[in-house]
């Protein structure tokens, strides 16, 4: 019954597909990390009105994406994938979206020079609201409620009537994608992308930096390429003032997913219309769940996290069911291993997926193997492991005759103080200062720069045969 209600007039005229997948297929299969709403009626009704809502984004904006991905498989390209770790409704703000992007189009713009190929650049926002958890409770003196799971379910406040899932928060969290969504594209159509002008760089720990002087060089290339480019052409730099940028979140919450989820004239199938690129989070990664079985039916490229559990057999048979006909420009393989476990956990995965002759690209997220808690009980990322496991992921890679095409960050704008380390090192005393995130802590500002001139820097070094010369901070 509820199945009927959830799964909306048109889906139910158009039936299953030859794959037998439908958007609502997945509701016959164990969905994990799902809130559980007291009302189903009120849930179905907000579904409904989702349902209605016009999409986030465009099929050919989406086939744009699977385009440019097919391109980084073949090392034409290096993908950015960056942002929040969970959106809030109350950071759904101009100051907040506009640093955002601002550090997202300036990492692009290092890795442009820097690698010399074109950058795709994702942001991990305007959708970014669903949280999968360690538990569906949590307890405190005594007290049991249900676990917060983002914004898009329930509010973080330890209280009974904060923690209920709320079905409005559906209708939110896509009105606050929208509004992310509009903001951005309105920024980066209007000339907001040209950052190269000196005003908008904030360099300042450059100074603090071991590598400063390699860094300074590198920003003063840019600036000189930049110029030169203009003289040439005559005209300011049009790559540069005007960028194509791309959204993701983690598909998490299926009812939502569904919901987005449309046909458009001319084109075969399903397309996830409310991002270009969502992805199954670690958690829910497994063949026979209801994340798999939603996300091999879209034609979106999708994003898979492999974390250091992940043994080969179990990768090789995700990828037949999410990209049974081994298009290219489909699958990105996000692993996340722990600067720890790196070396040990990803060659047999690499090895395997090579033998298979399935076309993927392969990102490294350095963050989330990175996770530890200070003596205080803060959650925070040492920079340097975050450094060692990017730094170890182009080496792996390498070495096992693969490529690592692109990054997948925690990062913010603003000045927080949640990773320590980076240029101005700083210390779990610090962290109190301007500790934000209500999940995991993000590099800040600052930090990301360094990260994205770090990254170029251990992209020649492979490039070039030499072995890593140790991390530098
Ligand atoms: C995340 O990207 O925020 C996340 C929860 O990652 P993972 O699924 O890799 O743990
Ligand atoms: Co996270």
Redesign the pocket.
Known sequence: MLGEVLMGDSQRVAGPDEKGWEPASWQRFDAAQQATYPDLEQLGLALDELGELPPLVTSWEVLQLRKEIGEAQRGERFLLQGGD??ESFAECTAPVITNRLKVLLQMSLILVHGLQMPVVRVG?FAGQYA??RSSDTETRDGVTLPSYRGDIVNAPEFTAEARMPDPQRLIRAYSCSAQTMNFTRALVDGGFADLHHPEYWDLGWLEHSPLSEEFHRLAESIGRAVRFMETISGKQAGSLRRVDFFTSH?ALHLHYEQALTRRVPRQDGFFNLATHFP?I????ASVGNAHVEYMRGIRNPIGL?V?PTAEPQDLLDLIEVLNPRREEGRLVL?H?MGAERIEDRLPPLIRAVRDSGSPVLWIS?P??GNTESTAGGIKTRRFRNIMKEMELAFEVHRDNDSLLGGV?L?LTGENVTECTGGARDLLDTDLGRAYKSR??PRLNYEQALELAMLIVRKHGQVRDGSRAEGTPT
Do not use: F, L, S
Not at 281 to 284: F, K, P
């Open positions: 770790c969970a991990r949280k999968p983690e992805w989070g670690m958690r829910t996290k974390g996000i996340r997220d963050m989330h997948h925690e999940v995991d």
